[in-house]
């Protein structure tokens, strides 16, 4: 305890009396790989000349459907003087994608669809093409063979689109999407006659950079697909990320583009490009029916949820058993463990290595909590006799500090959950401009489906967003006239908004921020579910389409405190409909000026126009949501809506959390940057006498979002501890957090 004071003690006494200086940030003497993005055509020749003058610059890609631009090699400092031409829309810094790790197709109703049409039109996806944009395809696969399209390769730059073989660099993910779009054997995907052309854009270990998506989508746009998947994404949330652009602009030459949102959340402000793109359907992921394990703590009054990892032995406990720490799980820390449900933190080693390092000590159960701030899901390498479980941050400190001072008895019960919205599914809005993402959800939690050689459950908005694009292809058949826009509208639209168990215990620090619905009941916000789970029976026989799917209004400005938006409503029927609006819940400060009812003939199309009127002075928060219902004949349709009073007053650094990393010899730090920085650094300094020691991390011209990075244990400095500085600077101001760290090698 006189340690921890005394540290704790150190680390604010600068904030107190002394300002911390830092140098400036070395320059960078390595080149990198950027994209340039034009604001207008340019033939080769041109872009030669345009480069020409850049001597250490050397064009490496034409982009001709996907975004008007190419990519180049060359210094960073040589780049950004590029960024000057007239031409020039904006350079960005190629980024690294990743991949984003039966009962699911019946939740959304895949099976209810199949008998709406006669035996001449049976709703399977039957006629529409899949790009699937990912690691990938086991095309030999039983359960797809019959679907495969062909496709292309990006990475090795081929016609081959299998999934990486190599030893320890196997992928499946692209495998396990395609299954649930259009698996059609032993497992049935959502739209099991969909043809699938894969386009391997992530090589081994399921990594790729930005330049391979994009020649990807540009790929995929001139072979006419009707629908593109993309389960992966990077942590930056912003909507104007070239990925992003290339989606909008796949959506304007007739695609539908599905994204997974990102496995970032429960945190706001963690949906990550492309899943930020304006016309594209973003995917967050709820859960289907489930037996969620939670445990009754001695001296703790919740309930802890347990997240359990795939590939872990089943959570059936029948009796009430002792907790003991085990440390990070290594041997020597599991001596006491027999029979024992046993505490790790997360770091140090691999989840299998603790895992089966406690199966090796006699343990009966594993709970490893996390090492940076929020939850996470894991997969295990190789299953596990016994169960396996992961929790936040918080909850594992909490369980840990009364362990410090009494053994703990534990008791294990089930409780069954549907339709709630995944813990790590990634929330909105999108920064910058305020649009509500994602735009929808679909299961994403316990999926099975295809992976090369067999079948696995796996979890992530990866899973959830094939489920959409499956539903597409059955939307695409029933309706091959309907545009991306009136597709993404009849699944907006026909979703269904979900409402937060409250027999649910959820973490302090950890819960979602939470809202009242029209029935009192607690809802998600729509900026963490947008329109709700998707329902495509539903979907597929609306008689109505309300366009856009969702509304924001924008910032309050002192010119005007009124702000309209249109909506274009289509009767698509053979007989007339009656629409009118549902005056929201009254709340002080905000007014609705809504249209009176009014009626649509057959096939026709009326445009109206909402007002939201604001007085500042009696309206309180800075940001309201909701959903606008409009009656439409016998149907009710919601709509998404986003309002911001006041752009919210969140510093330019926060979040920063620096831990051990899952390989052993590793360490990793994460901050989130919602406004991007020009110069970002981390320093260090001798807690002692505040002397500058070095830079753990230096970065120029960082984009808005989460940034992350990996370090081994040789390229740190020496054990002890050091007091940092996390600074970003931006337009002449800077902002910093101060903390501590801790580097034990």
Partial sequence: MKLLLALLLAFQTPTLGKTLVHPPIPKSTHTIVAIVVLNKPQSEQQIKQLISSYHDVKLRHIFQKAITGFSVQGSPETIQRLAGQQQVVHVTPVTEYRAETEESVKIIGGEEVRSFFNKNLRLTGKGVTVGVIDTGVDYTHPDLQRNYAGGYDLVDNDRDPMET??????????????????????????????????????????????????????????????????????????????????????????????????????????VGSPGTALKAISVGASTPTLEIPYLLI?????????????????????????????????????????????????????????????????????????NISGSFMGNLESS???????????????????????????????????????????????????????????????????????????????????????????????????????????????????????????????????????????????????????????????????????????????????????????????HPIAYSFIVPKKVVGLEWRLPLSFSIGPKETKTVKVTLAVDPLLFKDKVHDGFLTISAGGEQIHIPYLYVLKEPDYPRVMGFDFAQGDKPGTYRYEVYLPGGAEEFGIALFDPQDYRFIGFLDTKTNVKKGLIRKEFKTEDLPPEGVYLIKVFAKKAGKEDSIQTGIVIDK
């Fill in 165 to 270: 073989r190599s030893i320890g660099q196997a992928t499946m993910h692209g495998t396990h999407v395609a299954g649930i779009i259009a698996a059609n054997g032993k497992i049935k995907g959502v739209a099991p006659e969909a043809k699938i052309v894969a386009y391997r854009a992530l090589g081994p270990g399921g990594g790729g950079t930005t330049e391979q998506v994009l020649a990807a989508i540009d790929q995929a746009i001139k072979d006419k697909v009707d629908i593109m998947n993309l389960s992966l994404g990077n942590d930056i949330n912003g909507p104007d990320l070239p990925i992003s652009l290339a989606l909008n602009r796949a959506v304007e030459n007739g695609i539908v583009a599905v994204a997974a949102s990102g496995n970032a959340g429960p945190n706001v402000w963690t």
């Fill in 298 to 370: 001695e001296g703790i009054r919740q309930k802890i949820r347990i997240q359990p990892m795939e590939g872990s032995g089943k959570w059936k406990i029948d009796r009430s058993l002792e907790m003991v720490d085990g440390g990070m799980g290594r041997k020597k820390e599991l001596t006491n463990v027999q029979g024992k449900i046993v505490l790790m933190k997360r770091g140090a080693l691999t989840f299998t290595e603790k895992a089966k390092n406690a199966y090796d000590a006699g343990a009966r159960a594993v709970l490893i909590y996390n």
């Fill in 384 to 574: 596990s006799p016994i169960p396996v479980g992961s929790l936040s941050k918080w909850e594992g400190e909490l369980i840990r500090k009364q362990l410090k001072q009494q053994n703990l008895l534990t008791r294990y019960i089930s409780v069954e959950e549907k339709d709630q919205l995944a813990d790590f599914s990634s929330r909105g809005p999108v920064t910058g401009t305020w649009d509500i993402k994602p735009d929808l959800v679909a299961p994403g939690v316990a999926i099975n489906s295809t992976i090369p050689g067999g079948y696995l459950s796996l979890q992530g908005t990866s899973m959830a967003a094939p489920h959409v694009a499956g539903a597409c292809a059955l939307i695409k058949q029933a309706h091959p006239e309907w545009t991306p826009e009136q597709i993404k509208a009849a699944l907006m639209n026909t979703a269904k908004p979900l409402v937060h168990d409250e027999s649910v215990e959820i973490g302090k620090y950890e819960s979602p921020h939470l809202m009242k619905d029209a029935e009192g009941r607690t809802a998600y916000r729509t900026f963490e579910q947008g329109a709700g789970r998707i329902r495509v029976d539903q979907a597929v026989k609306a008689e109505s389409l309300v366009l856009p799917g969702s509304i924001r209004f924008g910032k309050f400005t002192n010119s005007s405190n009124l702000h309209e938006a249109e909506l274009k409503i289509e009767n698509i029927t053979s």
